[in-house]
């Protein structure tokens, strides 16, 4: 059956004139919320003693957890390090001096970047507990007006969430946030460097799996007959835990002067005996590091301290001695540097370390690859990925999620990867050109937060960047030598997956530039009067879209080509704002776009990049309660009752949900119930009813809430102000309808030929092919209207 869906569709060149009246910008607040985020960080500093104290037992608990999750794919990396430091030229130097060296070499490697860089230093920059590339451009963008996307708002800045770093702002922050705020071609490329970054570890993402399995597996001539299939994350403590223990049997019986090679001094006669090739196997000793990154990407799953705690008296050690009991056995046994992990293993424990090895390699592909959902999901709300399904693998643990469409393609290019190298040398090459990238770039944001976010002298920020350049540098130039060897799957991966994410953000953004440049005026709705020059029907009109201010140009489309409108209408935003997680009572931002007799809102629901935006079958029922509270707020606040009616659509509040059990402004009843709704079963009309009826007999087990609103018997509120709220209420019980744009976007005929092709090739493509708005809104297909749209950018 046909789903009763309108579709007006004509050109947008049609519109009334933009709009000559500068609308107000919403700089309006609840009451009393100035002042609540510092009093509220001030309180936060003198309960941090206790707070940790009291939260010790919980970080030794999160840390045993963070075995698997975190420490997964670190955990493997001895699986593969040294065959792949003594491949190619480097086999000529095969001797106890080299290997030495090469001991001396990851040490340091695990010393300086996963201890020094992540543990100590980068573990502070969480975003309100969130880590990785995003949160880190996420800072960014709140301290200084990096973000292309020009729908921030000032009410954007109360969010609790939002204040991070010391108050005010240093002269050395301030040149440096004005300098690129000033040019738009280093927004740009510094948001190309983020790209980049999310790219390497999806990427990452792809390599690892084939990596950690193939090397786990090398030890058995018969290659993979008889392995241990999936894994259970709760039992990656017990899984790693015993890999760790188990490596000491393979340290204390072949070579005691091992230790001497802590000593950088081996480093240096490391490169004097084998010079350009010894550079050149590098990229074979950063294999050493791969998994770093998540010490810092899965930081909001659990906590800085849980992190340390974890790898300074566990991970840490045990991958010292690990890196060498192998260093010590394979310098009295050169010829078994090819299979150096499963040769340094006595014979009596061969197969219980094959065994858990393998399944470590199992979790720590799976952390990986939840990682890769994860980033997608975060690229996704900062507008830099298209809409895809996602999918909440646990109610009990925040931010568990499944992408399938994601997960497919990483199983099909993994599959191509373990088929296509068949061996780890090549797959080696590309994974480790893929962490070095992310390090690399994580290096240059943390720099740019020293400075902006907290404050520091451009002198100690510049430091810290080349000191640790210098030493990635080397690493990554070495990984970039081996690209024709394997190293050029990363680098594709990664540019097919930021060119998506940056055609995606770059036709978002044409398309919201276009809203804003023709956004309905308000002089032209005030002209039409309350009725706007229709019939106004009974019911809430809904209408989506993407601007935070100013009517949106399918509004006019909509009164131009139906005779009727909806008594109450309110224009609804939903919007992602670089946080990681808006407060249920800071969601809703409510304000009135003309006066009071047209019944014309606008609600705005803010989500952070972490939140989930669950079907929770309540949205609608929030809503009416939210504006029932700002009518009674505008009946009472001074800054709510200025006549000039050109000031409509700026005054916006924040309407918090705990309102709603203090004391609402109206009486809620609920009830749950199955089928029709009452409103659609009371209708006149039989069409609308029988329409309904064919919906809900192909959705039987739909349950729906039914809620009732009431106003209470108050003496002392204003008859304007019940008559609203009755208008209101009368409204919802006669239905709600969601109107929505379906537009086509399409480059103008004097673009240039890259444009055209990002837009009309690229952009569309992706538009077709991704999950519609009103899905991933959930918005009920029976309720739906949409209005077709060419925009010409």
Known sequence: MNEPDIAIEEESNDLPPPTAVGEAQESTRAAGQDGQNEHAQIEGKKRTSKF????????LILAYQSFGVVYGDLSTSPLYVYRSIFIGKLQNHQNPETIFGAFSLIFWTLTLIPLLKYVILLLSADDNGEGGTFALYSLLCRHGKFSLLPNQQAADEELSAYKYGPPGQSS???????FLEKHKKLRTALLLVVLLGAGMVIGDGVVTPAMSVLSSVSGLEAAHKGLPQGGVRSLSCIILVGLFALQHCGTHKWNPKILLALSPHYIIKFFGQTGRDGWISLGGVLLAITGTEAMFADLGHFSACSIRIAFLFLVYPCLVVQYMGQAAFLSKNIQEIPNSFYGSIPDSVFWPVFVIATLASI?????????????????????????????HTSKQIHGQIYIPEINWILMILTLAVALGFKDTTAIGNA????????????????????????????????????????IEASYLVAAFIKVPQGGWVSLVLSFIFMSVMFVWHYGTRRKYNFDLHNKVPLKWILGLGPSLGIVRVPGIGLIYSELATGVPAIFSHFVTNLPAFHKVLVFVCVKSVPVPYVSPEERFLIGRICPRPYRMYRCIVRYGYKDLQGDDGNFENQLIQSI?????????EPQFSSPDSVSYDGRMAVISSRSFESGSSLIVSEMEEFGLSNSIQSSKSITLRSLRSAYDDENPQMRRRHVRFQIPQSPG?????????????QAKEAGVAYIMGHSYIKARRSSSFLKKLVIDFGYSFLRKNCRGPAVALHIPHISLIEVGMIYHV
């Not at 940790?52 to 970080?59: E, I, R, Y």
């Not at 994580?442 to 404050?455: D, E, G, P, R, S």
């Not at 029932?628 to 009472?636: G, L, R, S, T």
Request: aromatic share 12%; net charge neutral.
């Open 717 to 729: 509120m204003d008859p304007s102000v019940r008559d609203e709220l009755l208008e209101l209420i």
């Open 172 to 178: 050395s922050s301030v040149s440096v946030k004005r």
């Open 363 to 391: 979790v720590g592909s799976q952390a990986i690859i939840s990682a890769t959902f994860s980033i997608i999901k975060q690229c996704h709300a900062l507008g830099c990925f298209p809409r895809v399904k996602v999918v």
């Open 52 to 59: 940790v104290l009291a939260n010790f037992p919980t970080s």
């Open 431 to 470: 994974y480790g050109l893929a962490v070095m990238s992310v390090m690399f770039i994580t290096t240059f944001l943390m720099a740019l937060v020293m400075v902006i976010v907290w404050q520091r002298s451009i002198i100690l920020a510049v430091g810290f960047l080349l000191f640790f350049w210098f």
């Open 628 to 636: 029932a509270e700002f009518i009674q707020m505008e009946a009472v």
